[in-house]
């Protein structure tokens, strides 16, 4: 009997290692001993999951600039700032591909909802920490004139997936599989079409509710067969200026007028969003769209 109880006890404390060794380096050490007595690495589970993912804007060509050894401080630096935000709003960081961040929320770390708060505040955060990389490249590369231009683009979407210790035999890591992980990094290429730095999908914005503030860009088919809405991240509720509201509501007042047919007054609006905001993509892609449409 003594036997059988000291070998449980090894089972369990080996469980524990096994958890700290697959989530320590990635997880808030808060998060992490909540859940260290409850979650079974050895099984996967089928769970609403939101994921994250980033990239420089053409970081190859920058990189080109600078030795290797600078570029690795670089990249080193940029992803030790970026990856602030999510472990302090309790994601999990799933993998740097290069430049790149793939992050997810899901239980038992936070709830669907939690997750899609958190991923849109963690994604704010990170701009703030881009601002604060920007004035370390010169220091970071010891060049003080023709500093690249360093814009990061970041996509968030929802959807189920199987979260568990997955790999090979040898070599594991837990993360997660499904349909989020294809849209989020869709989402990030699309700003480059829009100008933009954050797109969410719809289901991020039904979960997170009236709490952030969105602009629904147009509908756009990230889904194979299926048309979805797309929305900008402007910032939290109530922590926005006026002025980018208002803009929102006649941007999207026009969007809303040409999808019912009206295309003389949407253009009208379009036209009028473009005399307030001359870079804004989205809009240049509608008068673009609209042009084409009555020359063809």
């Known amino acids: 009997t003594m036997a059988d109880q000291f070998n449980q006890m090894l089972d369990g404390i080996r469980k524990k290692e096994r958890v700290k060794a697959t989530f320590g380096q990635y997880v808030d050490p ?39 050894a600078v570029t690795v401080k670089l990249v080193n630096e940029y992803l030790s700032l970026v990856s602030e935000p999510i472990m302090n709003r309790q994601g999990v960081i ?19 909802e939690e997750g899609a708060l958190l991923s849109c505040h963690a994604a704010l955060e990170q701009q703030r920490q881009i601002d604060i990389f920007r004035n370390k ?43 989020a992980t294809e849209w989020a990094e869709t989402l990030e290429t699309l700003n480059k079409k829009y100008k933009t730095e954050i797109l969410v999908s719809e289901p991020i914005v039904e979960l997170v509710n009236s709490q952030m503030e969105f602009r629904r860009l147009e509908t756009v088919e990230i889904v194979a067969g299926k ?20 803009y929102k509501n006649d941007y999207e007042q026009a969007l ?4 019912l047919g009206d295309v003389k007054n949407a253009s009208l609006q379009f036209i009028a969003c473009k005399k307030k905001n001359a870079n804004d993509g989205a809009v240049d892609l509608h008068l673009q769209s609209i042009m084409e449409n009555e020359v063809a």
């Open 30 to 68: 808060r998060i992490l001993n909540s859940i260290i007595n409850s979650y079974n690495l050895e099984e996967s589970h089928r769970e609403p999951v939101t994921v994250f993912f980033s990239d420089i804007a053409g970081f190859s060509r920058i990189s080109e600039q600078f030795t290797p």
């Open 94 to 112: 799933d993998k740097f591909i290069g430049d790149a961040v793939v992050a997810f929320w899901s239980p038992p770390f936070v709830s669907p």
């Open 256 to 259: 809303d007028n040409l999808e």
């Open 137 to 179: 490249v010169s220091e970071i590369t010891g060049i003080r004139k023709d500093l690249p231009e360093i814009s990061v683009r970041m996509g968030i979407a929802s959807s189920e997936c199987v979260v568990g210790n997955i790999g090979s035999t040898n070599s594991k890591s837990f993360t997660a599989i499904g349909p």
């Open 227 to 246: 048309k979805v809405n797309v929305y900008e991240l402007l910032g939290p509720a109530g922590g926005v200026p006026l002025e980018v509201i208002e």
